[in-house]
């Protein structure tokens, strides 16, 4: 039955994937689950320290590599660690700023950092005032970006101006996020923004003239802190009166509670226990 069960079309058998309920039951579809070696540093140093005849083959995880793009590899992996040593710097000269050892950031955030780029069609979303990210903040501890060929990005100051963000040619743009306005009480806040199409008009024009893409691409990385880490003021913000505002959470659980909010968890479907 199970043989027949598993020769069933891939089609049927994601009709019983069960996301919501981290795939404890039902259909676990393949490259979801990476070994712990993988994410484990410290398990990755036995690993390497163990005889070779002994030493089990270090996991580097599924990639994603689309047919037809030979230097996807290359240039993902290139421009990925280029955007993770920029995320990493500024992490510690935060944390210098803030009077904090230099790594007070870096050591909560090992092995947790998601490359996504974003793309969005603007042909036929391309008119004036068109919202293709409302106004939100990244739960994140920082989210580190390229510059796109289309402007758009909307930002707001901390005292409630909105600003117009341009990037100059051969620079990043980072933002902060949710999880580091909770280790400093607010002292980083994070940002707000929200991406719109009313800056892009004559870069479309211009673009089709050209006979270039008219994907709006946004190479986006974000750096989260570790889902088993506690997020909590940290060092002197711990005294702040503000501190109450900013209870000791675990950064997973502080995720999953965000994720509720925006839509992005996944529904709940009532199913019967088999």
């Known amino acids: 039955m199970m043989e027949r069960y598993f020769e069933s079309p891939t089609e049927f058998k994601l009709q019983q994937e069960r996301s919501h309920l981290h795939y404890q039951v039902g259909v676990t579809p393949e490259g979801v689950e990476v070994p712990r070696s993988l994410v484990d540093e410290e398990m990755q140093q036995k690993l390497i320290a163990m005889p070779e005849e002994n030493r089990p083959l270090l996991p580097k995880g599924p990639d994603f590599i689309p047919e ?8 993902m992996d290139c421009w990925g660690y ?33 490359v996504s780029p974003t793309g969005s069609d603007l042909r036929p979303y391309g008119q004036e005032g068109t ?18 060929r289309f402007p758009g990005l909307n930002i707001w100051l901390r005292n409630g101006q909105k600003v117009q963000v341009n990037v100059p040619v051969g620079c990043l743009l980072i933002q902060t996020g949710k999880q580091i306005e909770w280790l400093t009480v607010g002292d980083c806040i994070a940002g707000m923004h929200k991406v ?8 479309i024009k211009s673009a089709s003239e050209q006979n270039r893409s008219l994907w709006r691409v946004s190479s986006t990385l974000f750096a989260h802190i570790a889902s088993d880490a506690v997020l909590k003021p940290l060092g002197h913000f711990a005294d702040s009166p503000l501190a109450s505002k900013y209870p000791p959470m675990c950064a997973g659980e502080f995720v999953e509670k965000e994720l509720s909010v925006i839509n992005l968890k996944g529904k709940k479907e009532n199913h019967d226990n088999l």
């Not at 037809?68 to 240039?75: C, H, N, S, T």
């Open 68 to 75: 037809g793009f030979p230097e996807w590899k290359d240039a």
């Open 82 to 114: 280029k955007m993770i040593s920029a995320v990493e710097a500024v992490a510690e000269m935060a944390a210098i700023g803030f009077s904090l050892p230099k790594d007070a950031f870096t050591s909560l955030m090992k092995q947790v950092l998601d």
């Open 131 to 148: 919202v293709f990210a409302g106004y939100h903040y990244d739960l994140n501890f920082l989210t580190i970006h390229g510059r796109s």
């Open 196 to 203: 719109v199409t009313n800056r892009t008009i004559e870069a």
